[in-house]
């Protein structure tokens, strides 16, 4: 094999190795790779699928926190071939830069300020049902500043005194003064500081990167999320695809199931080829392929051959499912090659025979 035919990045490494380590990587590579016409897509569903049988279908795992149970198994499978938008228990690690992951101290700090804080956690309130009042009681200047934007009422003796003219409508300024945030970062519920090997970084409950990566002392290069949307949004397509192949890996390897990182490459691929995180089923891949009979062998078969009716879709029977329908041989395998026979020769001895 020559140079021309190999990836340049293993050109690169090849050059600080022995001619018999050379050959060695080589043989490796040679027996890597895929013949043409394999069906890689259907073999990389297999290896993938027939595994997720053997799964059990609740599995909590601690992310290294008692207080945080992440769900793996097949649920978590599902959620990241189905692109779910956020997965049930959404978890972050947070990795903080030099100057705050050497202490337990500098890390809670940072804990500390990720935490989202609500004014019902800051303030005292009660309503006064005879003078038809709203009192709240509080010390944090956050907490003053939020009521005096919405209330426009002026504090005295950190003590605000609201009038209302119906207890109905104290009650319900009561409530949205509940859920204002004081301080942190939205959906962070909770976070954990824990040791880990020779610094420490922070578990956290709940999920939002972009917020996190705005606080001082956090690692933007090495926190991450295990919600894909969030990544996407946050780093790009690349970062998604490659979280899919590690969530993927990650649940697998839990259940001591070993299934060729490849195929699960591939389905990230697949997932993400639109520059979108796509889910496998109906509403993504399945949902969107260009053949009719393909999208109506998958779900909603009615559904798909009117509308294409009434479009005028054309068939062009290019790939496996169509072709299997419609009993023709698929264009995979030993049917990439199409045989013919000359009329000149039926019948007449070969130069094998004549011998």
Do not use: W
Request: glycine letters at 8%; aromatic letters at 4%.
């Amino acid at each position: 094999m020559s140079e021309m035919e190999l990836p340049d990045g293993l050109i690169k490494k090849l050059k600080g190795f022995s001619k018999k380590e050379q050959e060695k990587v080589l043989k490796a590579y040679k027996k890597s790779r895929v013949c043409d016409g394999e069906a890689v897509g259907t073999v990389a569903a297999q290896s993938i699928g027939e595994p997720g049988t053997q799964m059990t279908l609740r599995t909590f795992h601690y992310a290294g926190v008692v207080e945080l149970s992440v769900p793996l198994g097949l649920p978590r499978l599902i959620e990241i071939i189905d692109a779910k938008k956020a997965p049930k228990n959404q978890i972050m690690t947070v990795y903080l830069t030099d100057k705050f992951n050497k202490t337990k101290k500098t890390a809670d700090t940072v804990g500390k300020t990720l935490r989202e804080i609500f004014l019902k956690e800051v303030c005292k309130t009660e309503i006064d049902i005879a003078n038809k009042e709203l009192i709240i009681k509080t010390d944090d200047p956050n907490a003053k500043e939020i009521i005096e934007k919405i209330t426009e009422v002026k504090p005295t003796r950190n003590v605000f005194r609201i009038q209302g003219e119906t207890l109905a409508d104290l009650q319900k300024l009561r409530s949205k003064l509940d859920k204002k945030r004081v301080s942190g970062v939205k959906g962070i519920k909770r976070a954990f500081v824990r040791k880990h090997g020779d610094e420490y970084l922070i578990y956290v409950e709940g999920s939002n990167l972009k917020g996190v990566f705005d606080i001082e002392g956090v690692n933007t290069q090495k926190t991450t999320t295990n919600d894909i949307t969030q990544i996407r949004e946050a780093l790009g397509i690349e970062a998604a695809r490659n979280a899919i192949i590690i969530e993927a890996t990650k649940v697998l390897d839990d259940q001591n199931l070993q299934v060729d990182l490849r195929h699960i490459m591939l389905v990230a691929d697949r997932m993400t080829v639109t520059g979108e995180v796509q889910a496998v089923g109906r509403q993504g891949i399945s949902g969107h392929k260009g053949s009719v009979l393909a999208r109506a062998a998958f779900e909603e078969t009615e559904k798909h051959i009117l509308n294409a009716a009434l479009r005028g879709e054309i068939d062009r029977l290019q790939g496996v499912a169509e072709n299997i329908i419609v009993g023709q041989p698929i264009h995979l395998g030993t049917g990439t090659v199409k045989l013919t026979v000359k009329k000149d020769g039926i019948g007449k001895p070969t130069s094998r025979s004549k011998k």
